[in-house]
DNA sequence: TCGCGACCTTGATCCAAATCAAAGAACGGA
DNA sequence: TCCGTTCTTTGATTTGGATCAAGGTCGCGA
């Protein structure tokens, strides 16, 4: 997992009001000219689902604050998280209609969206945002086999410490900087939504953080609010090597 | 998962012994001719390690026969096959310079490989490719992704069977068809690298394996060859939606 | 302030899959 | 042909996490 996403990732966005992951990380002026005409913000709610699996998508859009989430849902109700998408983060599959997960804000949610047909239009006339969406992919890809080595083969105690140092590393990325020593931040998910991303029930990662911060390997203030005093610590519970950042 | 390949994905390439499912899809006839100025065949043997996780890889490459997986491995040897590459499927990084995963050819291997210094400017110059090659990365990430639903919800039973329907589907992909009713194929798997794919151990597979014998839901002749009297019923078992086709 | 609903924690019990163990195929090489 | 190796099957036992169940905490709206 690239361990800095700062210096790759996060750049000036037109007239966006974060720094953010962007499609545009490689683009001239003009084209941010033509990026920012076809784009607008859309807000939600915790909870609320943005849109729905198979769904037409006509956008595609960045993540500028709070956390979602991309879950695939089986008949029978089981749910796995597939995805989470911080602010800076991109979603939409330019050249594909469909959605093919659901998408669902677990906090307060603002995204930069653009229209996708003159989205697709400027990515065929501009080398760059190709090359950027490629980058971006490839990244989510090494991402989700990351957490196909989690799912299958990591016990419950290690797939929270790895989903913590997860966090903790997104969350040190947005303040431009690298998560060492003591580190605290909030947990953008319920227990459940927890669960759902780990392949765990929530009874298990309730009793798993609880396990953690017996141990002292971190500490709670009300339900959300973590406190990591060592972070390589933590960092060794996950399974992790060390230092994975040879992908970067 | 895309259920028709062959449509998409299976196509011709300059010279190759094979249609493949390549990057040049949608290429132009000199830019064929510069892809075929770069190529060059590596056989390799059943167990044999392409390339080590972390290597430096100069190439990027087509499978033309046999099978291949990726790998991800933990300190302490736990192994969780994070992708299966058959005929037609592509691996490599344009520009990336390290593999994050082990390559291990699962049986006797053909692959067309590209150098990579060449491949990337010809890229550059290139839109198609580009094209091509994003289209490509979309389809493995949500092959990661649906394999990451089985890894986190799905019984033992369910993956065996998940694993049973992939592996019928791609094949009959190579014969330009869709599997159905009776469907007869070959496992390129041991046990051990079934159950490093689907995040259980050797014995659950040959047990789940030897489940579905009894109930007559596969047979097998030997270790390997097994025929599927009932596609759709296996599909069931596997759990997934009967129709899972929209993403196409 | 109370009461309700959404989340979270903890305990008791159960079970699917892991682990430990042993014994068959299948195959290639001497 | 026999032996050794690699792969596979099956059995016995253990166990990590699921499931079932009961309270606890917090925040919000009446």
Redesign the interface.
């Known amino acids: 997992m690239p361990v800095l996403y700062a210096s790759r990732n996060l750049t000036e966005c037109g007239d966006c009001p974060i720094r953010h992951r962007a499609v545009c990380a490689h683009c001239e002026k003009d084209e941010l000219a033509e990026l920012d005409a076809i784009k607008y913000y859309r807000s939600f709610e915790a909870g609320q689902v943005l849109v729905w699996s ?1 769904d037409h998508m006509d956008f595609v859009a960045s993540v500028v604050s709070g956390v979602a989430t ?1 879950s ?1 849902v ?2 029978d109700g ?3 998280t ?2 989470m998408l911080f602010p800076s983060d991109f979603v939409g ?4 209609d ?1 959605a ?2 659901n998408v669902v804000a677990t906090t307060d949610l603002v995204m930069c969206c653009f229209r996708k047909k003159p989205f697709e239009e400027l990515m ?1 006339r501009t ?1 760059n945002i ?2 950027r ?3 971006m ?2 990244d ?3 991402a ?6 989690l ?3 990591k016990t419950a105690r290690e797939k929270i410490a790895s989903l913590l140092v997860i966090i903790a590393q997104r969350d040190a990325s947005l303040k431009m900087c690298v998560p060492k020593g003591k580190v605290v931040f909030d947990l953008p998910l319920t227990r459940e939504a927890m669960a759902d991303y ?2 765990l029930t929530l009874e298990t990662v309730s009793r798993q953080i609880s396990a953690l911060r017996r141990e002292g390997l971190v500490s709670l203030e009300g339900k959300r609010h973590v406190t990591v005093p060592d972070f390589d610590r933590l960092q060794e519970v996950s ?1 992790d ?1 060390a230092d994975g950042g ?2 970067a």
Chains 1, 2 share one sequence.
């Open positions: 198979g991309l695939q089986m008949e089981r749910t796995q597939v995805g599959r330019p050249g594909r469909r093919p997960y065929a080398h190709g090359v969406l490629l980058e992919t490839l989510e890809l090494d989700a086999r990351e957490w196909m080595l799912l299958g083969r780990l392949g399974g090597d040879f992908l």
